[in-house]
T-cell receptor, first 114, second 112 residues
Framework: ETGVTQSPTHLIKTRGQQVTLRCSSQSGHNTVSWYQQALGQGPQFIFQYYREEENGRGNFPPRFSGLQFPNYSSELNVNALELDDSALYLC?????????????FGPGTRLTVL | SQQGEEDPQALSIQEGENATMNCSYKTSINNLQWYRQNSGRGLVHLILIRSNEREKHSGRLRVTLDTSKKSSSLLITASRAADTASYFCATDAARGAQKLVFGQGTRLTINP
């Protein structure tokens, strides 16, 4: 167990809808990162939040947005869902934004877009 | 886009044998990490090796890093059925926001 939890475990949406995924980081971890993992692929970095501010972003469109809260929880929001958004979404928390630092992953949310 | 490439994509061995997986990457790194993933679930951190380190051990795991060749290997000795999983290498770049860039993984199957 990494101490990182995510909800929901599974989610089914239709194209064009909006979705919010949630993550609860380890206590004291002020950095959270989100990754998208398509079937059979490695995870791809979406963005990172450090002390409630976006600290870096991967190659994802603006309809992917996030929030980080002072209580070590965070959200990933995806608007105007597309079929290709179907994937496992992973959040990972780390103690700092400095490197090197270990990232602790949650179990993921499986999103299916129909 | 994926930075790293793992080799082989799939590996099947008998219990008790050693398993070696390789990873190559393209850009300068601060560190390289190996993760394990069971059946599409969350990733479990195995080991982190810094760019100025050449070898690191953790239990039955041995990781090497060759920055001149931009490559790393993960050796699992005396494999067990419970080692069956996908293994990913992930690089953390030398600059910019801390983010992990993963390869496509090696699917390891340990046969009893």
């Amino acid at each position: 167990e990494t101490g990182v939890t995510q909800s929901p475990t599974h989610l089914i949406k239709t194209r064009g809808q909006q979705v919010t995924l949630r993550c609860s980081s380890q206590s004291g971890h002020n950095t959270v990162s989100w990754y998208q993992q398509a079937l059979g692929q490695g995870p791809q970095f979406i963005f990172q939040y450090y002390r409630e501010e976006e600290n870096g972003r991967g190659n994802f469109p603006p309809r992917f947005s996030g929030l980080q809260f002072p209580n070590y929880s965070s959200e990933l929001n995806v608007n105007a869902l597309e079929l290709d958004d179907s994937a496992l979404y992973l959040c990972a928390s780390s103690l700092t934004s400095a490197r090197p630092d270990t990232q602790y992953f949650g179990p993921g949310t499986r999103l299916t877009v129909l | 886009s994926q930075q790293g490439e793992e080799d082989p994509q799939a590996l099947s061995i008998q219990e008790g044998e050693n398993a070696t997986m390789n990873c190559s990457y393209k850009t300068s790194i601060n560190n390289l990490q190996w993760y394990r993933q069971n059946s599409g679930r969350g990733l479990v951190h195995l080991i982190l090796i810094r760019s100025n380190e050449r070898e690191k051990h953790s239990g039955r795991l041995r990781v090497t890093l060759d920055t001149s060749k931009k490559s790393s290997s993960l050796l699992i000795t005396a494999s067990r059925a419970a080692d069956t999983a996908s293994y990913f290498c992930a690089t953390d770049a030398a600059r910019g926001a801390q983010k992990l860039v993963f390869g496509q993984g090696t699917r390891l199957t340990i046969n009893p």
